[in-house]
C-alpha cells in the first residue's frame, strides 16, 4: 500500500469508517455528467469510498414489531446526518494537510433529477425534483471503489455487512493505487429479497436488478400493509379505493394514490431532515441478510441468528 493509501486508510478506520475503497478516475470515463465526479472536480485522479455499517441491532424492534422509531433516528438519520458528516470532514482535512484538494460527498437525499419518482426513506412532500443536482449514484461508485457488488435488491451487498451499510465519498486529486472491482459473489439470484416486500415494490428484472417501483416502495416503507404494520387500525384507509387490496400489497399505486396512501400513514413526529419513518424496516435487505448468514458467505459472524424462526405476520 502506498504511504498516502495507507495514511488515509489508517485514519478513516480510527475515525469509525468500517470500509474504504479507492477507485481511478477512469472508472467513471462512461458516467453521464450529473453522476461523474469529473464534473465536480475536473482534475480529479481517484474516488474514495467510505462505509459504515448499519448495526444489526438497530433492526431488532422491526424484527419483533415493537419499535420503529429506533431504525430511521439511528440508522438513517443519525449516520447520513451528523456521524458521516462528521467523519469524513475529518478525513478530507487529513487529506488536505497532505497537499491534495479533498471534495466530500455526500448523500443529498431529498434533491432529485427526476420529475416524477421519489426517494422512499424520505417525506415525499420535501423532496425537491427536476434540480439538475450533480450528485454521485452512490451504489454504482461504492462498487467501482471496489466496496462490494449489487444484488438483485439495488442494494450494495459487501462480505462484511451483506446490505446493511451506508456510504459517502471523497473525490480527490491526489493519485492513489485503486482497489480491484469485487466479482460478483455474493447474490445468487435466490429472489428473497423481492419475496419479502411488503408490497411487492420489486418488480420484473432488468440488467441483472429487480426494477424498483419508488411509489410503491415509499407506500409501503411508510407501512401501507396491514399485516406487517401494528399501528394501523382496522378501519385504516377507508376513503381509498381497493383499500383491501392497498391493505394487503395486492395493488401497484400509482404516484397519486401513493401519495394518498402516505398522507394518512403517519405514526410518529417528523423528523428534522426530512425522512420518513420505515416501518418495512427494510424488509427487503433484511431478508437478504439473513439468506447470507445461512450460507454462510459474511465475513462477520454472530453468536446468535439475526432471525430465529419464521418473520411475525398480523392477522
Ligand atoms: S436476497 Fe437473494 S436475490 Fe436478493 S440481493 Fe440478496 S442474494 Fe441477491
Ligand atoms: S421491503 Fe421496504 S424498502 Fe424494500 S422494496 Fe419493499 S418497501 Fe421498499
Redo the contacts with the bound molecule.
Sequence with gaps: MTGLKHIISEFAKNKGVDLIGFGSIQRFNDLPALQNPLTILPEAKTVIALGFRVLRGMFRGVEEGTTYYQYTTMAVEMLEEVFIPNVLLEICSKIEDSGFTAVPQKRFQLLMNETDETNPEMDYVRIYRNTKNVQLDFNKTAVACGIGEI???G?V?TDDFGPFQRFCFIITDAEIEEDPVAEKH?????????QACPGKALGEEKDGKYILNTWQCAAYTQGANITKNPFLKPDALMDIPDRLKVLYGEKQLTPLEAKAVMDRLLFYPSFRHGYAVSICGRACDR??YI??EERNVLKRKFHNKFREGQDWVLE
Design positions: 444484488g438483485k435488491s442494494s451487498l455474493l447474490c445468487d439470484n435466490c429472489g428473497k429479497c423481492r431478508a437478504c439468506h447470507l
